[in-house]
């Protein structure tokens, strides 16, 4: 079984930081493409970043600049580097991966629990 544990959310002052990480467990599993979505109250839920298996990064222009996504493929880990963080980045923020299963030799989507950002005065 596949599971996406996160953690580092978390209340902040508008341009503060906070760093997100997202780790995907379970036996003959690799992981693919990772990501960050996010979901605001009364908003749809939007990609905020993906990266790569090779590391290859891309942004909502929303926060662009401002945000930095990393992977440790050794600990199948992605991580969500936030800075410059604005009220309007308040949001459930969900870790996603596309992993291989060596099992069934197929591709899976799967979603973390979600991690809450809040960026208030």
């Known amino acids: 079984q596949v599971q996406l544990v996160e953690s580092g959310g978390g209340l902040v002052q508008p341009g503060g930081s906070l760093r997100l990480s997202c780790a995907a467990s379970?036996?003959?599993?690799?992981?693919?493409?990772m990501g960050w979505y996010r979901q605001a109250p009364g908003k749809q839920r939007e990609l905020v970043a993906i990266?790569?298996?090779?590391?290859?990064?891309n942004y909502a222009d929303s926060v662009k600049g401002r945000f930095t996504i990393s992977r440790d493929n050794a600990k199948n880990t992605v991580y969500l580097q936030t800075n410059s963080l604005k009220p309007e980045d308040t949001a459930v923020y969900y870790c996603?991966?596309?992993?291989?299963?060596?099992?069934?030799?197929?591709?899976?989507?799967?979603w973390g629990q979600g991690t809450q950002v809040t960026v208030s005065s």
């Open positions: 990266i790569s298996s090779g590391g290859n990064p």
């Open positions: 379970g036996s003959g599993l690799i992981t693919n493409t």
């Open positions: 996603y991966a596309n992993v291989y299963r060596l099992t069934t030799r197929r591709t899976y989507d799967y």
